[in-house]
Each structure stands twice: as structure tokens, then as C-alpha cells.
């Protein structure tokens, strides 16, 4: 009955052929009918008429996906809003046109469990083994607490406990228990997939008194009720304001009640949009079709679309890869064959020499090479100052700054393990005659143990690199950089980004010692043909300004901290004073330095405040070792807090998930509905907290953003004038829909947030960019 996220019995279609929700442009202004104050004095007549309906539409959603401009969308909606309130008929004899599409979105939609798991299917199974579990110690009768773990809505008990209170109502129950009989006709109606059943059930739990009429403190009631069941505290305590309006628009003639059609009225005539139904489902179709998984009998065809593919996908990448690969290979084939002419080195060491020197060459090049991709001031001008993007996969600078980590390993490995296994063994163990023509390299005196090698400039600087070098790579692994390792405390210290951060700065030693290693040669003695500081020249000055614009950057910059909270989620939430000229886009992220945890460390943050405003805001998720420092820091120094509790102020129900999330961005939503005039472009809001459209626990609250929204032009959940949908977004619906409205268009698509889903995110990518005549381009933000 519950999927991972506790949504109770709910499954999720994420079929091809499946559309996505409606997507509904912004809007603001007057309703057509049922203007004015909002009125909270209402009359208290009543009647005990109940209607019902029938029928079924076709699924208007597949056309939406092919539609390439929605236009009139206002005029529609306000439309729409005076169909529903002012031709308003007659109680008696009242029937709905169920063929319209909007009337089958809300048939297909409305439910309290899912239609895979009704009374004909496995879900009464799951309940009765549940029931049986739950009654085993009393007598088979179940409590009202905990129908909503039996029917599987255990992240909604108070809401079940209305439900439950509904049907027995409905079924003439009384009492709090319940047995298997009553269960089993309980979970009857509330798994009939037909819309007049489900109607019925959720008007009943709204009519406490089940007269036939809703007042509008029942309707305050519901609403307080599906907020919280919701976690959607601003409207849970805007209720009564948002009943008013409900009855205000619903209720025109001002009787003091509504009845169960108008219920039906604002859930069968949702807003629509005028689209071309014929095209968009072959459209929509034929998508499908390209995406269905088809397995290539033949070998050699399955490996050219693989090659394909794969070159499609990568060939920045692979040109990249190939020219670096390139000159490292070409760098050690010039070395290699130098020495392999150089007899006198040649005579005694072999070939043993000729791969020291090849690799001793990869090893400078990718050392000055290894610094560029981290010069990130360097990067972001390439990027958008020049066209250079078009061909360097820029946003992989740091996965190519490991890929050299690499190369440099394998330099070290060729370098000092021929010298260590093979040339030094044969310079000791050399006769007179060939050591002789050694003398000009080594000296008169023939070295006569490994300590001759090892105690000289050459051999001290050589080991304390590769000692720093493999302290630096080890801790830069994510076994210890995240800390995935489950070391004992005392070791604890060597795992996180401190460690990681502080073992990387030992570059600057690395680097001093293979300047000097790279001048005290033993078989190269002319200046000019010690290269390595050749090679470093210009890496090192271009990484050592970048390094100084940051601290220039960070001197001037001083901020004074004004507030501190805690969101949870473990969610620190820093604002600060804006220093005086500084200026930044919205999107853009700044490194934050505090130096009560660490003077050296810059992590960088996406600044959540608007640029508009007189503060600047970071929200910070404590996971690292230098997060949980700042929150220790800041609980520390916070006012003098209660008994036994943090000094930290904490913003309670403001889940990375839940309404209160929406004020981090609001103001950057408004200012770019704002700037949007030519509506360009399109913003979407995802509310996880909240059940998906058509689930029983957010109706209510759907219907009330519709109606708010039409009237004042503000969405109830953000808060923004940008609508909010509701439950986790259907990535494949979403890349469908946009690969159905840009055909033969190159889509770029932009992702900063947990690691999770950066695979499946680009994944489709690649497979809408495979299947489909829309090209989407993947890009991660990294830091």
C-alpha cells in the first residue's frame, strides 16, 4: 500500500504514453463574477439535497505535450470560473457532461488509493493481512487510530481519521471500532474507481453533520485538515481566510451553504486549454514508439548505434581525451628516442632509461596541465567571453583535473619505478669500463648502495613528492573525502573535506621540490635543457593571480552576519550585510569563508537572496565536517539560548521540500515573472510535501489554488505568481514535453542539487537526445 516515499497506496505511471500534469501559465486580475471583498458572514439555511453524476471523457493531457503555443490561457481560466459559478443549475435533476476533456482529467485523477490496488486487485489483500496484524490482540475489532495504517496512510493519520469518520457515517457505524466485515465495506467505496463514489466520499467527509450542505466552517475545516496533511503550514493558518473566498465564489447568492455540485462543478471543469487533440496523440505516439527499449538482433549493428552513441554523446570529451593523450604519448616517444641515442646512459641503463625519461616528460607536462582546470576565473571567461565553449566541454574541468591526477600516477610509476627496479641496479652492479662513461653524470666514484642515490638532492626531493603526492590522491578519493570509511574515532580526522582541502595545499611544496628535483639532474647538465620550470612557468603565475584576485576579492568583502536559523533538514540559513558595490545575478554562487572554523577555506554556495535586496543569504545543508563546524560555531555564539535547547533560532516546517521553502527563491520567481514580458519564459514549482494532483489529501487544496490564483494573480503555495505543482516531477514526462514542443532544437539542460539524480537526469538526456529530433545537452553544476 505505500511506495518510498509513504504516499500510502499510490503508484506512479511513468509510462511513455502517459502525459504529464497540466502545465498552466501565470496570471493575474479580477475573476469575471463574484468580485469584491472577500465576506466572512455567511447564513446558516440549509437543505438535504445531494446530487450525483455519470459518465466518462477521453485524456486531454497527451494533446498538451504537442502543443507549441498556449494562447488566451487568462481569458480561458476566467472562463472557465464563470461557467463554474454563474451558471449555477438547479439543485434537482442535476447531470455534468462528463465527455469534456477536463472532465476526464478529473475522473482519471481523484482518488483515495490507487486504481492498481482496488477491491477486484492485491490492495485488499495487503489491508486484511494489515488488519490481522493490527487486531491480533483485540479480538479482530480496529481502532480509529489506526485505519490509516491498515489502508496504508500512515503519513496522513488525521486525515484517515476523517475518512474513517465519513464511511461510518455513510455505513450507519458507530463507535470507534470497526470489524473485517466493516473494514471490507469501508475499503469497497473508497476503492471504487468511480468518480460519483469518490465525489460522494469526499463531500461526506466535509459534511461533518451530514445534512446535504457544507457551511463554511466545514469548509475551514477540510481546508486546515488538507494543509496539514500536507505540511502546508501558511495555509493551515490562512484557512478561514481561504474558506471565505471558496464560499465567496462557490456561494454568489450568499445562501450560506454549498452543495456536493459545486464541488463536482470545480472538479470536472479545471482549467483547459484549446489544443488540437488529433495532432498531438499521433505526435505523442510516435514519441512513445521511438522511446520503447528495442534490442538489435544483430551484433554489428548493435555496435555501431553503441559507437554511435557514444560518440554523439562524448565527442567533446573524445577530441579532448585524444589531444591530451596525444601529446603526452608524443612527449614520451621524443624522450624515449632521445635516450635511446644517448649511448653513454644508454650502454648501461638500456631501455630502462628511455622509459624514466618518457615518463619524467608526462610527468612535468601533466603537473603544469593538472593546475588549468582549476583556475576557475580563467574557465568562466573561455567559457563566455569566447566560442571555445562550443568544442571544450568546460563544465567537465574538474573531472578532466582527475583524469590528469591520473596520468600523473602512471607518470610516477614509469618514472620512479624505472629508475628504482631497473637503473639503479645496473649503475651499482656496472663493470669499470661501463661505468666510466658514466663518470661525467654520477662522479668518479662509482656509487656502491641504493643510500648514494637516495641521500641526494635528487632522491630526497623525488620520495618526500611522492609521499606528499600519494598523502594528497588518497585523501581526494570519496572514500575519504565523504566519509565512507568507517575508520576508528582517533582516525577520524584524516576523512572529510578538511582533510582533503588542507592535504591538497601540500601542492605548494610539491611544486617548490620539482623545480629544485628538475635542476639537480643527474644526466642533463645544460640549462636549457632542464625544462621543468619551462613547463611550470605559466601554470603557476596563471593559478597564483587566480589565487590573488581571490583574496583581493575576500579582503574587500568583509560581511556582518544579521540572522542565523536552522531549517529542517539540518538547513542553516545564513543572511548577511551586502557589502557596498556588490553586484550579482540571480543563479550566481559566492565562496564563503569563516575563519573561527578555518581561515584558508572557500566553499562556495548559491546565493538565495535576490539581487534587489539589502542582504545576501546563503542556505547551507550541514553533511561535511566543515558545515557541521560553521553550525557549531554559530550555535555557540547565538543569544543566550532556553534550558537545554540550541541557541540557534529555528524556522519550524520549512523543509530543502515544503511550503516554507518557497520564501528562500520568492523574491528571484517574482523578479523573473517580471522581467518576463515577451513570456519567454517558464518557471515550475514542485512542492514534494504535497500529494499529487487528484489524490483525495491535496483536492481540496487544487481547487483552492485555482481559485486564488485566478482571482489575485498569486499562487497559495509559493506564494509567487508562478503556480505550484504538486508531488516529485515525472522527469520523463518533463523531457517528453519539452522534446514535443522544440522539435530539431538543441535544449540545454542545467542541474545543480543531490548527486542521486544527476544519473537518471542524464540519462534522459541521452535517450530523448537518441530517439527523438531534440538534442539535449547535460550539464552538472560542480563546485
Not at 302 to 326: A, H, P, S
Not at 444 to 467: A, L, N
Not at 696 to 714: D, E, F, P
Amino acid at each position: 500500500m505505500r511506495n518510498e516515499d509513504g504516499r500510502g497506496a499510490y503508484s506512479e505511471n511513468n509510462s511513455d504514453t502517459e502525459s504529464i500534469a497540466s502545465e498552466r501559465a501565470a496570471f493575474s486580475g479580477p475573476l469575471g463574477v463574484g468580485g469584491g471583498p472577500i465576506s466572512n458572514k455567511r447564513a446558516s439555511k440549509k437543505s438535504a439535497s445531494v446530487q450525483g453524476a455519470g459518465g466518462a471523457g477521453e485524456d486531454p493531457e497527451l494533446a498538451l505535450l504537442a502543443k507549441r503555443t498556449l494562447e488566451n490561457k487568462s481569458a480561458s481560466f476566467r472562463s472557465y470560473l464563470k461557467r463554474a459559478v454563474s451558471r449555477r443549475p438547479s439543485n434537482a435533476g442535476r447531470k455534468f457532461d462528463r465527455t469534456k476533456s477536463a472532465a476526464a482529467h478529473a475522473l482519471k485523477g481523484f482518488k483515495f488509493i490507487a486504481t492498481k490496488t482496488g477491491a477486484s486487485g492485491n490492495g485488499w489483500s495487503s489491508v486484511e493481512k494489515r488488519f490481522n496484524d493490527l487486531t491480533a490482540s483485540t479480538n479482530g475489532l480496529l481502532h480509529r487510530s489506526q485505519f490509516g495504517e491498515c489502508i496504508g496512510m500512515n503519513q496522513s493519520k488525521e486525515f484517515a481519521g476523517e475518512l474513517f469518520q465519513a464511511l461510518a457515517r455513510r455505513h450507519n457505524v458507530t463507535g470507534d471500532l470497526i470489524n473485517k466485515t466493516q473494514l471490507k465495506l469501508f475499503w469497497d467505496q473508497i476503492s471504487d474507481e468511480s468518480f460519483d463514489s469518490r465525489l460522494q466520499t469526499f463531500f461526506d467527509m466535509v459534511d461533518k453533520d451530514a445534512d446535504g450542505r457544507i457551511t463554511e466552517e466545514e469548509v475551514r475545516e477540510i481546508i486546515s485538515l488538507s494543509a496539514s496533511a500536507n505540511k502546508l503550514n501558511n495555509i493551515q493558518k490562512q484557512a478561514e481566510e481561504y474558506a471565505a473566498l471558496i464560499m465567496e465564489e462557490l456561494d454568489p447568492d450568499n445562501a450560506g451553504y454549498i452543495m456536493i455540485h459545486n464541488l463536482e462543478t470545480l472538479l470536472l471543469q479545471a482549467p483547459n486549454q484549446s489544443v488540437r487533440i488529433g495532432d498531438s496523440r499521433i505526435l505523442s505516439q510516435m514519441l512513445s514508439q521511438k522511446l520503447k527499449p528495442t534490442q538489435e538482433n544483430n551484433p554489428l549493428k548493435r555496435g555501431y548505434q553503441k559507437t554511435k552513441y557514444f560518440i554523439m554523446d562524448n565527442w567533446q570529451r573524445l577530441w579532448v581525451m585524444m589531444l591530451w593523450l596525444g601529446i603526452a604519448g608524443g612527449l614520451f616517444a621524443y624522450k624515449f628516442i632521445q635516450y635511446r641515442h644517448k649511448e653513454a646512459a644508454f650502454n648501461v641503463m638500456g631501455y630502462c632509461v628511455c622509459v624514466a625519461k618518457g615518463g619524467a616528460e608526462t610527468l612535468k607536462f601533466n603537473m603544469a596541465l593538472i593546475l588549468l582546470p582549476v583556475c576557475r576565473n580563467t574557465i568562466t571567461w573561455l567559457r563566455n567571453k569566447t566560442k571555445l565553449g562550443v568544442v571544450v566541454p568546460f563544465d567537465d574541468n574538474l573531472n578532466f583535473h582527475k583524469v590528469i591526477a591520473v596520468g600523473i600516477t602512471v607518470g610516477v610509476i614509469l618514472h620512479g619505478g624505472a629508475h628504482l627496479a631497473c637503473d639503479f641496479p645496473r649503475i651499482l652492479s656496472a663493470t669499470e669500463d661501463e661505468y666510466e662513461q658514466l663518470e661525467p653524470y654520477f662522479g668518479e666514484d662509482q656509487p656502491e648502495s641504493y643510500w648514494w642515490f637516495v641521500k641526494g638532492v635528487e632522491g630526497v626531493t623525488g620520495i618526500i613528492m611522492v609521499v606528499l603526492m600519494a598523502i594528497a590522491f588518497t585523501l581526494a578519493t570519496p572514500w575519504f573525502r565523504r566519509n565512507k570509511l568507517n575508520l576508528p574515532k582517533f582516525l577520524k580526522k584524516l576523512t572529510g573535506f578538511n582533510a582533503f582541502w588542507y592535504s591538497h595545499h601540500l601542492f605548494v611544496i610539491v611544486y617548490t621540490l620539482l623545480i629544485v628535483h628538475g635542476i639537480y639532474l643527474y644526466l642533463t647538465k645544460t640549462w636549457y635543457q632542464k625544462t621543468t620550470w619551462m613547463y611550470l612557468a605559466v601554470p603557476i603565475t596563471l593559478y597564483a593571480c587566480e589565487r590573488l584576485i581571490r583574496a583581493l576579492r575576500s579582503s574587500i568583502k568583509a560581511v556582518k552576519i544579521l540572522k542565523v536559523a536552522v531549517y529542517p533538514g539540518n538547513v542553516l540559513s545564513l543572511h548577511m550585510s551586502k557589502p557596498q558595490g556588490f553586484k550579482y545575478k540571480s543563479g550566481q554562487y559566492m565562496f564563503v569563508n569563516c575563519s573561527a572554523v578555518s581561515p584558508f577555506e572557500w566553499h562556495p554556495f548559491s546565493i538565495t537572496s535576490a539581487p534587489g535586496d539589502d542582504y545576501l543569504s546563503v542556505h547551507i545543508r550541514t553533511l561535511g565536517d566543515w558545515t557541521r563546524q560553521l553550525k557549531t560555531v554559530f550555535s555557540e555564539v547565538c543569544q543566550p539560548p532556553p534550558a537545554g535547547k540550541s541557541g540557534l533560532l529555528r524556522a519550524e516546517g520549512n523543509n530543502t521540500r515544503e511550503q516554507g521553502s518557497f520564501e528562500w527563491f520568492k523574491g528571484i520567481m517574482n523578479e523573473v515573472a517580471e522581467m518576463d514580458e515577451k513570456r519567454l519564459i517558464e518557471l515550475h514549482n514542485y512542492c514534494t510535501s504535497v500529494y499529487e494532483e487528484g489524490d483525495a489529501r491535496s483536492a481540496l487544496i487544487t481547487m483552492l489554488q485555482s481559485l486564488h490564483h485566478a482571482k489575485n494573480g498569486v499562487d497559495v503555495v509559493s506564494g509567487t505568481r508562478v503556480k505550484s505543482h504538486f508531488a516529485k516531477p515525472n522527469w520523463r514526462q518533463v523531457y517528453k514535453k519539452i522534446a514535443l514542443h522544440h522539435p530539431d532544437a538543441r535544449i540545454g539542460v542545467f542541474y545543480c542539487g543531490a548527486p542521486a539524480l544527476t544519473k537518471e537526469l542524464k540519462q534522459l538526456a541521452l535517450d530523448f537526445s537518441h530517439k527523438t529530433s531534440t538534442k539535449f545537452e547535460f550539464h552538472k553544476e560542480n563546485f
